[in-house]
């Protein structure tokens, strides 16, 4: 999978958590995923087409980081998941997926984004529905972690 493809998402992703949580978590070692088991608690995921390519992306949170964002967004902190914390990182998913998709246009790659969807719950899946390597890429944070995962295949 090209560099040129992902380090958008990762910028994006931390400019998103900089600017609006005032939160800096470290990138791990990206790896393949083989599998589409989650690794947190609530996802984020939306589709993406265009004449040079097609893919899915996510974003999954543990629940712990998750309620740290929302305390640092919104200044409310839920003890679970719920209704609130489910719409936020649909629209987190949905800016980072815009801040990526701005700078890959800039590069001349073109696409439209579908409307994010959020999964929640222990060991759910993710099912890109796309034919391509899947990536993930790891964050860690003092609250907890997220997973960047990323599908792409030629259009």
Do not use: W, Y
């Given at each position: 999978?090209?560099?040129?493809?992902?380090?958008?998402?990762?910028?994006?992703?931390?400019?998103?958590?900089?600017?609006?949580?005032m939160?800096?978590?470290?990138?791990?070692?990206?790896?393949?995923?083989?599998?589409?088991l989650?690794?947190?608690?609530?996802?984020?995921?939306?589709?993406?087409?265009?004449?040079?390519?097609?893919?899915?992306?996510?974003?999954?949170?543990?629940?712990?980081?998750?309620?740290?964002?929302?305390?640092?967004?919104?200044?409310?902190?839920?003890?679970?998941?719920?209704?609130?914390?489910?719409?936020?990182?649909?629209?987190?998913?949905?800016?980072?997926?815009?801040?990526?998709?701005?700078?890959?246009?800039?590069?001349?790659?073109?696409?439209?984004?579908a409307?994010?969807?959020?999964?929640?719950?222990?060991?759910?899946?993710?099912s890109?529905?796309v034919?391509?390597?899947?990536?993930?890429?790891?964050?860690?944070?003092?609250?907890?972690?997220?997973?960047?995962?990323?599908?792409?295949?030629?259009?």
């Amino acid at each position: 999978m090209n560099a040129e493809f992902i380090n958008p998402f990762i910028a994006a992703f931390k400019n998103v958590l900089e600017t609006m949580a005032m939160m800096t978590l470290t990138a791990e070692a990206p790896k393949k995923k083989e599998d589409d088991l989650a690794c947190g608690d609530v996802t984020g995921l939306l589709g993406m087409t265009g004449p040079q390519l097609k893919g899915s992306f996510s974003i999954t949170f543990e629940a712990p980081l998750a309620l740290d964002i929302m305390s640092k967004m919104l200044g409310e902190k839920p003890t679970t998941i719920n209704a609130e914390v489910i719409d936020l990182v649909g629209e987190l998913t949905n800016m980072v997926a815009g801040g990526a998709k701005n700078t890959l246009g800039e590069s001349g790659f073109d696409f439209g984004m579908a409307t994010p969807v959020v999964v929640s719950g222990k060991n759910h899946t993710i099912s890109h529905r796309v034919d391509g390597p899947k990536l993930i890429l790891p964050f860690k944070g003092e609250a907890g972690r997220a997973f960047i995962e990323i599908c792409f295949e030629k259009a």
